[in-house]
């Protein structure tokens, strides 16, 4: 944890690396909350060569291990993986996300996990929200001159969950709760 700026009440800074991985393109967004402020850092996309899986796998490992290098995190939030109609693609998908998930351990870094329909509730403030009210609240939250990119917007979201405990923008606490159809139980 980094410590304040301003003076002894400062609230103390933590630094939040958010990842959206994909085997093609891996999203990743760093913010520093302060309190109840989070501020945006930095944010892109890590694109894997047109390669065998392994040297895909390693792309997002390295590129993800400069990230962090660069941007000294504290804390890293990942999105979790969902079930689709393609196993196949299920399982691709879960292999970056192994490798991204990799590169924060590999640096001693503590790990959370949010799910697709947590993230959107924690910055829209409803889960099955479209790509493009994602990008334009993360723009908005963060006041960004312009929407993100699609990945990059995916994993300032994350981060942004992280920083907020989880909580959707109206306070809903998703920890302890269980998912059927879409909704909290």
Do not use: W
Not at 23 to 46: E, K, N
Not at 58 to 74: C, F, T, W, Y
Not at 118 to 136: N, P
């Amino acid at each position: 944890m980094r410590g304040g700026s301003a003076g002894a009440d400062a609230a103390p800074r933590v630094r939040i690396l958010g990842i959206d991985p994909g085997l093609r393109l891996t999203g990743f967004g760093v913010v520093d909350r302060a309190g109840q402020r989070v501020a945006y850092v930095a944010s892109g996309v890590i694109r894997t060569p047109d390669a065998a899986l392994p040297d895909r796998l390693k792309a997002i490992l390295d590129s993800l291990n400069r990230v962090i290098a660069e941007h000294r995190p504290d804390q890293v939030a990942v999105e979790k993986v969902f079930v689709n109609v393609n196993p196949e693609s299920t399982l691709l998908l879960g292999q970056a996300r192994g490798a991204a998930i990799c590169a924060a351990v590999s640096c001693r870094l503590p790990v959370s996990e949010y799910t697709a329909l947590q993230v959107k509730q924690a910055v829209v403030g409803k889960g099955h929200a479209a790509k493009v009210q994602v990008q334009h609240m993360v723009r908005r939250l963060l006041a960004l001159p312009g929407d993100p990119s699609s990945d990059a917007a995916d994993a300032l979201a994350c981060a942004i969950c992280h920083a907020h405990g989880g909580q959707g923008l109206g306070g809903l606490a998703t920890a302890g709760y269980r998912m059927r159809s879409g909704r909290l139980i």
